[in-house]
């Protein structure tokens, strides 16, 4: 293997350059590939086929089409080490290869046929199984020229379920980012990834030094010591960090919102156990049976338990709710360490070298699709860690390359989270106003030392269901006198139950106060895999101690009277009237340009997300000091003018805003059309970013610019920008027009009409929005559906990466704020344009 990678090797200088140097690794069962972007001299596409222990690579210059007769260049490269099939990064320049580098696609790969045969004769046909590419490909070699160094072969797609048909959308505009991080080439360039000469210098020495130490000793330690598989060992903790970690020697990897579990494998029989030790087994069987299908000999591997949304976030409320009801089924198993393997204990060994036999262990074993190993970048984690909470994820962990298993909490493992969050002691609760015998909100502590220490109250995030297990589950505990060592001020004491600090519950908060009070808390769920004893408080972000400020403006300097603020609106999060109103007091600044001063359709559910209904006009108990009724024309409209007008919108229990697309002084003429884009049944989310930039180029093509935002749903909102010159008669006409030609001109693709039967596998575009009276749901408005989705304008380009219209959420929307560094509709009055 090493003879083959000879050219690979002579064209690299590694003290310049972090390509992967490659390693002897063991032939895996099932052949992988990849896809990579490369910018360098002039943009092209790589892909590489795992074969014999290598990656055989082609430089497809044009990149691969979906089109069966687009016949795409493919000029043979020297073989890749596998170390390169989740590599990116940037190639100095001056370096062979120059130029950033993502991974675009990866998955595994079938021949058709004697693969030795196939290449012997110059023409290999296979089966890819990718995220973007799938279904049966051809290479065939070319005859060329006389003198060419590189042989050049043909890349084509078969005829089959996923190929295109000419004029169909090209998958190379519609994916322009990293199947792995997320970004693109551009960000990737533009994140600055080239270290100075003295620091590249330093890396070098470094891996020198390393290499000469492990040389000596590299038959004792590339396997490990042997050693009996441990019956439990207490898992590595990550302390938290403000940032990723800059230098060679870390990689970063998602951090995951679920149960951290060790998967214990002796001879076939499996236990799961969390970080305490206690045995889950029986709490996912999916699992366990998983793991036993794989046939493992005995292993230690460390983990995450989760369950995903539709857009491939974890949701830890939803593994909650899957715990409690018994569906399990959906939950998945992230691996990322190996501790122990068929009787050596790998603890001593390198990060990166466990990480390599555990992904070697899961390919020659066939791993199961419920069992997923952990990626990882190994350079720039501070654009992973802005992406991820761009698109509102939990994080991301950023681990030691070179140190070995350390359990316990310490700096080799650093976690960056984009929401903050950490365990808490309850010492007490207060009793719902709103219901019998439940919780309203529970009061928390953490131990400094000896002490136990009063950190304040969070009172959402639990449903009515867990409300009252809460109360069944504290009750017993209760005591007579507060468990805090110091004195609790009168109001903090007042209707307070105390009970004995046994236990330990997750809250996100999105700010502290100066004197180490929580802030806009969330309850996650009751840890009972973490004990009491435990609990400190964690070093919180600088994000979260920034945020300090702009939470508290508006809630705790508002005049509005919120009235039972512990009520559940939305019961399967536990969102209370208390939560929604903290979230629009931190949000206001972003919604409140999209409603202010317009005439207002409002979704109110005094009840919950269960019992809603629409409001047009005002209504009996109104705040009129805060919400006004005002006149649009003949029409009695609802408007708000300020922050405290929105907020006494949460008092009434509105929990979707739908604006006109007109303001009030001149509610006639229309200054916002909005193209609602429904998809069918079978439309997928590539199908529907296809269609909303399909409608976006109509309406470039006629002078418009158009911006878009998700739904908080299925769908996208197109919206278009206008100088308010025209009537909403010709407001309708237009976007009817523009709806009509594009059902007609790709009809396979699209419907203007309602009819629902003729929606299925086509986008309905709804342009009935853009008239008189009708209105669309705003941009950062919540929406009365599970999981509290709310709809966030984005940029064309992330759109793809996005996988849904409802990714965002009241849970994740701030992390995104924080996280986005532009705001995509920052240009939106400037592009107005009367209508045309």
């Not at 099932?30 to 082609?58: C, M, N, P, T």
């Not at 060790?262 to 499996?270: N, T």
């Not at 949701?315 to 122990?340: C, K, M, N, R």
Request: with cysteine; glycine share 8%; net charge positive.
């Amino acid at each position: 293997m090493d003879k083959l990678l000879e050219p690979y090797r002579a064209k690299r200088d590694f003290t310049l350059s972090s390509e992967p140097s490659g390693r002897d690794r063991r032939r895996a069962r099932k052949g992988r590939f990849v896809v990579q972007k490369h910018d360098a001299r002039r943009l092209h596409y790589d892909l590489r086929l795992e074969i014999d222990g290598v990656l055989k690579s082609w430089a497809v210059t044009r990149g691969p089409s979906l089109v069966p007769s687009d016949k795409r260049l493919a000029v043979e490269t020297e073989d890749h080490p596998t170390d390169y099939l989740r590599w990116e990064g940037t190639i100095p320049k001056g370096q062979y290869g120059g130029g950033t580098m993502i991974v675009w696609d990866t998955g595994t790969w079938m021949p058709v046929g004697d693969v030795a045969t196939g290449l012997a004769k110059g023409h290999l046909e296979f089966v890819l199984d990718g995220e973007r590419l799938k279904g049966r490909w051809h290479l065939v070699r070319m005859k060329g020229r006389s003198g060419d160094k590189k042989r050049p072969w043909l890349l084509m797609k078969v005829e089959d379920e996923h190929a295109r048909a000419e004029g169909d959308g090209d998958i190379l505009a519609e994916q322009d980012s990293s199947v792995l991080s997320g970004r693109t080439n551009a960000e990737l360039a533009a994140s600055g990834e080239l270290r100075a000469d003295h620091e590249r210098r330093a890396r070098v020495a470094k891996r020198a030094e390393s290499a000469k130490s492990s040389k000596a000793s590299a038959s004792k330690s590339s396997a490990g010591k042997k050693g009996v598989l441990p019956a439990f060992v207490e898992p590595a903790l990550a302390t938290l960090a403000p940032a990723a970690p800059n230098g060679a020697d870390w990689l970063f990897e998602i951090k995951h919102d679920g149960y951290r579990i060790q998967a214990r494998i002796d001879d076939g029989r499996v236990k799961l156990l969390t970080r305490s030790g206690l045995d889950w087994t029986a709490k996912f069987k999916p699992v366990a049976q998983a793991l036993k299908a794989l046939k493992l000999p005995s292993a230690l591997i460390d983990g995450e338990i989760v369950i995903e949304s539709t857009s491939g976030v974890s949701s830890f409320s939803a593994l909650q709710q899957a715990l409690t009801t018994g569906e399990i089924d959906p939950v998945i198993f992230y691996v990322f360490d190996l501790l122990y393997l068929d009787g050596r204990d790998l603890r001593s060994l390198p990060l990166t070298r466990r990480k390599d036999l555990l992904q070697q262990a899961l390919d020659d074993a066939g791993s199961d699709a419920r069992i997923r190993f952990s990626e990882h970048l190994v350079e720039d984690g501070e654009a992973m860690a802005r992406h991820a909470c761009q698109l509102g994820l939990e994080g991301i962990i950023a681990k030691r390359a070179s140190a070995p298993y350390r359990s316990g909490r310490s700096d080799l493992w650093r976690k960056v989270k984009c929401t903050s969050s950490q365990e808490f002691v309850i010492g007490g609760f207060m009793p719902s106003t709103s219901a019998p015998r439940a919780v309203g909100s529970l009061i928390l502590g953490i131990h400094e030392g000896e002490r136990f220490v009063h950190v304040g109250r969070v009172g959402t995030g639990f449903t009515n269901t867990m409300a009252r297990d809460l109360w069944n589950a504290l009750n017993p505990l209760r005591i007579d006198a507060p468990p805090f060592s110091d004195p609790l001020p009168p109001l903090a004491k007042r209707h307070a139950k105390w009970v004995e600090p046994k236990l330990v519950c997750e809250v996100t908060l999105r700010a502290w106060t100066s004197d180490g009070q929580l802030r806009h808390a969330s309850f996650k769920a009751l840890r009972p895999d973490v004990t009491a004893e435990e609990v400190v408080r964690m070093t919180e972000p600088k994000r979260a101690r920034r945020r300090a400020k702009t939470a508290s403006k508006g809630a705790s300097q508002s005049d509005v009277r919120l009235t039972h603020p512990d009520r559940v609106l939305w019961d399967d999060i536990g969102l209370t009237k208390q939560g929604l109103f903290e979230f629009y007091a931190e949000i206001a600044d972003h919604i409140l340009p999209h409603v202010v001063d317009r005439p207002l359709s409002l979704v109110r559910c005094p009840d919950g997300i269960g019992s809603c209904f629409y409001q047009k006009h005002g209504w009996a108990g109104m705040d009129a000091d805060h919400l006004h009724v005002a006149k649009a024309g003949d029409d009695s409209v609802v408007v708000v003018r300020d922050r405290d007008g929105l907020l006494a919108l949460v008092q009434s229990s509105v929990l979707e805003i739908h604006p006109w697309g007109a303001t009030l002084t001149d509610p006639e003429r229309p200054d916002r059309l909005v193209f609602d884009l429904d998809p069918g049944e079978g439309v997928g989310w590539a199908d529907l970013v296809a269609g909303a930039g399909a409608v976006r180029e109509r309406l470039d093509g006629v002078g418009h610019a158009a911006f878009v935002k998700t739904t908080g749903g299925k769908g996208l909102h197109v919206v278009v920008p206008l100088a308010p010159k025209a009537g909403w008669d010709e407001a309708k006409t237009f976007s009817k027009r523009i709806a009509t030609e594009l059902a007609k001109d790709d009809p396979d693709s699209f419907v203007a009409t309602v009819s629902k039967r003729a929606r299925a596998g086509r986008i309905f575009i709804d342009y009935l929005r853009n008239q008189r009276g009708a209105t669309a749901v705003s941009a950062f408005s919540t929406r009365a559906r599970p999981r509290a989705p709310v709809s966030v304008p984005a940029s064309w380009d992330e759109l793809p990466s996005l996988g849904s219209g409802n990714r965002f959420t009241v849970e994740n929307l701030s992390s995104r704020l924080d996280a986005v560094k532009r705001d995509p509709w920052a240009h939106l009055a400037d592009a107005a344009k009367p209508l045309r």
